[in-house]
């Protein structure tokens, strides 16, 4: 028997994907078997599109020096 769940991101968490930049909104894990899916809107055109969590990164955040590039 395999478990779903699904968590709603509260806070605003950029990140960038293969189609641009968005904003993460749900977590979809399917159990251990299976990447974490990432439901995210695009901040291009407001499409919704399914990730897994291999083809995203969070976007850098200057508040925090999170993801910060050093170059």
């Known amino acids: 028997m ?3 769940t699904i968590h709603e991101i509260t806070q605003t968490l950029m990140v960038n ?3 641009g930049k968005g904003q993460a909104l749900f977590l979809i894990d399917y159990g ?3 990447n974490t ?3 995210v ?3 291009e ?3 919704i599109k399914h990730y897994d969590s291999n083809q995203i990164t969070v976007e850098i955040n200057h508040t925090i020096e ?3 590039n050093d170059n």
Do not use: C, E
């Open 37 to 39: 899916i990432w439901v």
């Open 66 to 68: 999170f993801n910060k």
């Open 45 to 47: 055109d407001g499409r």
């Open 2 to 4: 395999s478990m779903t």
């Open 17 to 19: 994907t293969p189609h």
């Open 32 to 34: 251990i078997h299976q």
């Open 41 to 43: 809107t695009l901040k």
